[in-house]
């Protein structure tokens, strides 16, 4: 079927849509195809390295890397919920899939990335405690208290995303069954439907749960860290600056990268990005973050560079 005939569909439900992906490749597709591939497997690689290392080196088996493997897994699922679509996508100039494995898609993509705002705020507040207030970490920041702080991140993840979903599935979608992007997202899929009051409600919702999603956690991390600045440079020792720094260092590299893209798609007027834009940000999160979270946490950090020299020796 030809891209005109599919955007002249008539009125009846869709059940197969059709993601066109990165058109202007051409030339470049078996290129893009082992990069994209490569990073994939990189990706899993290096989280899969970083869960090892905390499992098996006892120095780090402590509430930061408790969360930090929480935070590898959201990756991930992330990148498994995306890439190996986009793979077949990037070789054939678009791909199709059924209406209920792109709504699938968006559900757990999104679940996956509310669950790692929160999972960032939780060590943000993590840093603040053993920054500002060492001496009653170890008392405040016990294991229960984790336990806690990962189940609420995950409930809280995947039922504010049930919420918008519920929505979606009352969706007609009968406007076309095109989709100009590499995978569902959001504004992507209200497009498809004809549904103008509930895409009104659904907006309205999406815009709600920005704030307990994204908005909020992210006022949190700000917060956490304009206390740990202020209690660092109130320190009189450069070698306690430095280790203080140090200890959340890679932390705050991921939060900005992580929260840069997220709040220049989500939180920005759409009118303002062109469709290119938003696939270069959205590959950003997507694709690139998930790589470079166990890359930044293993180059920057002291502790888990010494636990791969251990396994190292082990073998």
């Avoid at 678009?94 to 669950?115: D, I, N, P, W, Y």
């Avoid at 995947?158 to 997202?185: A, E, G, K, P």
Wanted: with cysteine; charged share 10%; aromatic share 10%.
């Amino acid at each position: 079927m030809s891209l005109g005939s599919r955007q002249e569909m008539g009125t009846n439900n869709i059940t197969t849509v059709f993601l066109l992906g990165f058109p202007g490749l051409s030339n470049v597709r078996v290129f893009a195809f082992l990069l994209i591939l490569t990073i994939y497997l990189t990706t899993i690689c290096g989280n899969l390295l970083v869960l090892t290392l905390v499992s098996y080196s006892r120095n780090l088996h402590c509430p930061m890397y408790f969360f930090l493997t929480q935070l590898t897994i959201s990756d991930m699922m992330t990148s498994s919920d995306i890439v190996p679509n986009m793979l077949p996508m990037v070789l054939s100039n678009g791909t199709s899939m059924s209406l209920v494995g792109c709504l699938t898609q968006f559900f757990f993509f999104s679940s996956s990335e509310a669950s790692e705002c929160l999972l960032l705020t939780v060590m943000s507040y993590d840093r603040y405690l053993a920054i500002c207030h060492p001496l009653h970490y170890g008392s405040i920041m016990n294991p229960r208290l984790c336990l806690k702080f990962i189940l609420i991140s995950w409930t809280l993840g995947f039922s504010l995303t049930s919420l918008i979903m519920i929505n979606l599935s009352q969706l007609q979608f009968c406007r076309s069954d095109v989709i100009d992007h590499f995978f569902c997202d959001f504004d992507p899929l209200l497009r498809l439907s004809c549904s103008i009051i509930l895409q009104t409600k659904l907006h309205l919702l999406s815009t709600i749960l920005n704030f307990p999603i994204i908005l909020c956690p992210f006022l949190v991390v700000l917060i956490s860290y304009a206390y740990i600045v202020h209690t660092i440079l109130r320190m009189q020792s450069i070698s306690h600056r430095h280790k203080a720094f140090s200890t959340c260092g890679a932390h705050l590299a991921v939060v900005s990268m992580f929260y840069g893209t997220l709040l220049s798609i989500y939180l920005s007027p759409e009118n303002g990005k062109s469709i290119i834009l938003r696939k270069v940000l959205s590959l950003a999160y997507t694709v690139l973050t998930p790589l470079t979270n166990p890359v930044i946490y293993c180059l920057r950090n002291k502790d888990l560079k010494e636990a791969f020299k251990m396994i190292k020796k082990m073998k």
